[in-house]
């Protein structure tokens, strides 16, 4: 008898629990509120001004040199090509457009170097960028060790800079 007194009494106590912790508002995670922002109504993440992005394929630079460009990603204010040589991917060209991200545009404002007439920033130990215009970011990432910076910055080199800083 009292051992059945004690297995009502544990699954009662586990019905309540249960019970309680499931009615339990939870606390909004981090995230709820960019959820929130990101999904209201007349919110962009990319500016009617911008640039489509095949607008930008004419800008880079064409295969040659045992190297092959690849368009993989083309959107509104974006394109993004893979350069391979011999079938093994070395490095990543894009063009942006820094309406939709001012503050990739900042990051030129205390650069020392310059590509092309244009100023250069590092971007960590595999990326070189390039602003044309103080409106459109040229970057190249390598995606081989093998590719260095001063190979990134032969490809910025090879980008139509002066081209692309026309386009309005």
Same mark, same amino acid.
Request: charged share 25%; proline share 4%.
């Given at each position: 008898? *009292?051992? %059945? ?5 544990? #699954?009662?106590? *586990? ?8 009615? @339990? ?9 960019? =959820? =929130? ?16 992005? !095949?607008?930008?394929? =004419?800008?880079?630079?064409?295969? !040659?040199?045992?190297?092959?460009? #690849? ?27 820094? *309406? ?15 590509? !092309?007439?244009?100023? @250069?920033?590092? =971007? ?33 080199? %090879?980008?139509?800079?002066? !081209?692309?800083?026309? *386009? %309005?």
């Amino acid at each position: 008898m *009292l051992f %059945k007194i004690r297995q009502v009494f544990i #699954v009662f106590s *586990l019905s309540v629990l249960l019970l309680l912790t499931s009615c @339990a508002t939870q606390a909004p995670s981090r995230f709820d509120q960019a =959820q =929130q922002e990101s999904t209201q109504r007349g919110s962009s993440a990319v500016v009617k001004e911008s640039e489509s992005g !095949g607008s930008f394929n =004419q800008f880079f630079p064409p295969s !040659g040199g045992g190297y092959e460009r #690849v368009y993989t990603q083309e959107k509104k204010g974006f394109a993004e090509a893979k350069l391979k040589k011999d079938g093994k991917e070395m490095a990543m060209l894009a063009i942006s457009d820094t *309406l939709n991200n001012p503050s990739a545009a900042k990051k030129f404002e205390k650069s020392t170097q310059s590509i !092309g007439g244009y100023p @250069a920033v590092s =971007q960590g130990s595999t990326g070189t960028a390039v602003l044309v215009g103080d409106r459109y970011q040229v970057k190249v990432l390598s995606r081989d060790p093998g590719f260095s910076e001063g190979d990134r910055q032969a490809w910025l080199e %090879k980008f139509d800079l002066n !081209g692309l800083s026309q *386009l %309005k």
